[in-house]
């Protein structure tokens, strides 16, 4: 089971926000929270938007594959290990820190979940359906358990799809499979092209027409806190 949260995930951002306005030293002592924890909600708002500030209910399960093929990047990079954790998907830099010791180890191996916490496995899928899964992964905040349990996929099909995607400069065509059945790549004309960018950049901007909306909320929600506590003081007085 994931573990239960002290701050659900407007609270952490309301909380992300009074850093930016008061520092982070007053927040600290405020509400009791570790500078390690707030550089956390930091990293997974800034490179997992929401739902990385939200509580996890399921044990997430990840190949043997996937942990080698990360731990093995980690070892190229320069970046800090949580930096690099959260980047990569995870909620946590211990997940990763275990991968690291387990795989010095000759000991890496891949998560067997519990019933209750099963995921999907990987099946076949065509380049319609991925474009499809990117383009909704996209407008729900590149959210990859939101994706694998409404398209029964496995987290590594779709986080590897997404890294394709953006690592092809957010060429569409980097989703197609040469193995399955796809229009042949002479039949791949401009206007396919032009027709799937313009479906992911859709998304993208609806995506931040959504952020803007919950930032317009969460704005009216902390001006409410603003005015209750002015008018709090000013009654004492």
Known sequence: MGRKSKYSAEEKFLILNEVLRNGIHKVIIKYKISQKTIRRWSLLYKYQGMPGLQASHHNQSYSKEFKNSLVEQYQQTDEALDLF????????????????????????????????????????????????????????????????????????????????????????????DRRGKAKPEEKWTEVDRLKTENRLLRAQLEKQKIEIAFAKKLTEIRNREVKKDSGTKRSKN
């Open 85 to 176: 954790a959260i980047k990569h998907g995870l909620r946590f830099q211990r997940q990763l820190e275990q991968w690291i010791i387990r795989y010095n180890e000759s000991n890496l191996k891949a998560y067997t979940p519990r019933k209750r916490d099963s995921k999907m496995s990987g099946r076949k899928t065509d380049f319609e359906e991925r474009l499809t899964i990117i383009e909704e992964l996209i407008k729900h905040n590149v959210n990859y358990n939101w994706a694998v349990e409404k398209y029964h996929i496995s987290y590594q099909q779709v986080y590897g799809w997404y890294q394709k995607y953006r690592k092809s400069g957010n060429d569409p065509k980097s989703l197609r």
